[in-house]
């Protein structure tokens, strides 16, 4: 993926039987997703025009341009669509795009490695910042709150953590 490319949304599947496909936005703005546009695979090959057709449950219907049949909207199934991050709103100071913590280090708050981070989730609680540990063994999951996480520098690359008690070991 191209750092200058933000994750906007995913195509879960076909709608109906004349091409149309159901999107899910991981906008802000659910329906900001289309105004982005043109959206792109994740290696940039190929390039999505989208038009938004109506809303569905967990996203919307939407038409994809080149796409004319329900076999041609099942094969973009699963396809993860990308924005130009200049088309993106800017954001505040304590606002990040996910795309943009992914890879940075974790250090707690006496300057000690504690990990990267490889994902950001939500799991419907808040999201949670899935850490691979320094140390080795199964991620962990850091609740991204001003608590637990009270600086992000994204221009150093690095969060500073204030982890709860033994989650780090």
């Known amino acids: 993926m191209s750092p200058t490319r933000v994750c906007v949304g995913a195509i879960s599947g076909a709608f109906g039987v004349r091409g149309e ?30 038009k938004l057709t109506a809303q569905v449950k967990n996203g919307f ?10 076999e041609a909207a099942d094969a973009l ?3 993860r669509l990308y924005a130009d991050r200049d088309r993106m709103p800017a954001l505040s100071d304590d606002e990040y795009y996910h795309a943009d913590l992914i890879g940075i280090e974790v250090r ?5 490695l504690l990990g990267h981070v490889k994902a950001v989730q939500d799991y419907g ?3 949670m910042l899935e850490v691979t540990p320094a140390a080795g063994g199964a991620t962990i999951l850091l609740p991204f709150t ?15 953590a204030d982890p709860p008690e033994g989650l780090f070991g």
């Open 21 to 50: 496909v159901r999107l899910k936005s991981f906008c802000a703005t659910p329906e900001d997703i289309a105004a982005y546009g043109p959206l792109f695979s994740e290696d940039g090959t190929a390039s999505y025009t989208v």
């Open 61 to 70: 219907a939407a038409e994809i341009e080149g796409i004319t049949s329900k």
């Open 108 to 112: 707690d708050t006496g300057g000690t």
């Open 77 to 79: 199934r699963g396809l």
């Open 125 to 127: 609680a808040g999201d």
């Open 146 to 160: 001003h608590e637990a996480v009270p600086t992000v520098d994204i221009g150093a690359g690095r969060i500073v």
